[in-house]
């Protein structure tokens, strides 16, 4: 559905987007997920033939994006980051008129327009002016408009971005329920790690325009971080014993606790157990602590995601966005 080579884009001496080699089969559900500034909304900007690259090579629904730009467009959704519908007319009226602007009849259109307002739970509102809905219903209106034309692909800016975690939760609900009803391709970009995390069965990390990772979100935490166990002891003497009737198994003490890298850790913690009670140092409490994006990030980078600007799921979301 999408391919990219070297896919590239250069703002005077800034490289938005540094050489990206892109393949997202048809119905995959794909978030790019990387902090403020790291070429994910340029990349899509690309895609969607709004923007030219300066160099390389992307085809989109099996059209090149700067010789077939009309195709390509056909038969893509993009929903941008800011607002797309007018805010004085009524939402199913907009999305009538966006029907028609890309050449559906009006009968067409008005059922399109009825069966998009109740998939994305709008039908108590869809009668109202734009005007008066809230911040998540718009976001819903906004994939509505791009969804009018029953696009194979839709491209989603940030599509959370500025919403409270109801509204959030809400709307990601909505985009997994459309995904399996209608089988669209979905690529969103992100900077909420739980978002990529939960919704998109693959996560591609971006930073500095460059790809960093791309796999599963399970895989990506399995393969660069791992789990950490936690056993607490008594006292620091039975800590420093317990590290050594672990061997083979890199045990960090710390105070009162031994820290313990592994894969699969809840799988571990029986045999680390048994070892410690064979050795009369019987652990006082056990934790199995899973990584998450964030620890991938940070073990690739050196960086977390929620440094400079980038957003965690954990703070206010008002607060996070970066204008
Ligand atoms: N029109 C432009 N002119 C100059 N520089 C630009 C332009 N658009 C983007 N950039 C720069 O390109 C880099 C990548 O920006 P981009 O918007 O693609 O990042 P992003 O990952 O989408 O960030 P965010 O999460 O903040 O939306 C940034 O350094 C940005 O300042």
Do not use: W
């Not at 790690?193 to 599963?216: F, N």
């Not at 680390?272 to 899973?290: Q, T, W, Y």
């Amino acid at each position: 559905m999408i391919e990219t080579r070297g896919l590239t884009k250069h703002f005077k001496d800034v490289r938005a987007v540094d050489g990206i080699d892109l393949t997202v089969a048809r119905g995959e559900l794909v978030a790019l997920l990387g902090p403020n500034g790291a070429g994910k909304s340029t990349t899509l900007r690309m895609l969607t033939t709004l923007i030219p690259p300066t160099s390389g090579t992307a085809t989109v629904a099996g059209f090149d994006v700067v010789r077939r730009q009309r195709e390509v467009r056909q038969r893509i959704g993009y929903i941008g980051q800011g607002n797309g519908a007018g805010h004085s007319q009524r939402g199913r009226d907009e999305l009538i008129s966006q029907g028609r602007a890309y050449g559906m009849g009006v009968r067409q259109a008005r059922v399109r327009a009825a069966e998009l307002i109740d998939s994305l739970g709008l039908g108590e509102v869809a009668d109202r002016k734009v005007a008066t809905l809230s911040g998540g219903q718009r976001r819903r209106l906004d994939i509505a408009m791009g969804l009018i034309h029953a696009p194979e692909l839709l491209f989603l800016d940030e599509p959370s971005t500025g919403l409270d975690p109801q509204n959030r939760a809400n709307l990601q609900e909505h985009i997994v329920r459309l995904r399996a009803e209608h089988d669209t391709t979905i690529v969103l970009t992100t900077h909420y790690l739980d978002e990529a995390d939960s919704m998109a069965e693959r996560v591609i990390v971006v930073d500095h325009g460059r790809v960093i990772a791309d796999d599963s979100p399970a895989r990506l935490k399995a393969e660069h971080v791992g789990d950490t166990v936690l056993l607490g002891f008594d006292s620091e003497q039975e800590t420093t014993a317990a590290a050594t009737a672990l061997p083979g198994r890199a045990a960090q003490p710390y105070g009162k606790e031994l820290r313990i890298r592994t894969q699969g850790g809840p799988r571990q913690v029986p045999g680390m157990l048994e070892d410690l009670r064979s050795a009369g140092l019987p652990a006082a409490s056990v934790e199995v602590i899973r990584p998450t994006l964030d620890d991938v990030f940070l073990t690739l980078t050196g960086r977390s995601l929620r440094e400079g600007g980038a957003n965690s799921d954990r703070q206010p979301a008002t607060e996070l966005v970066e204008v």
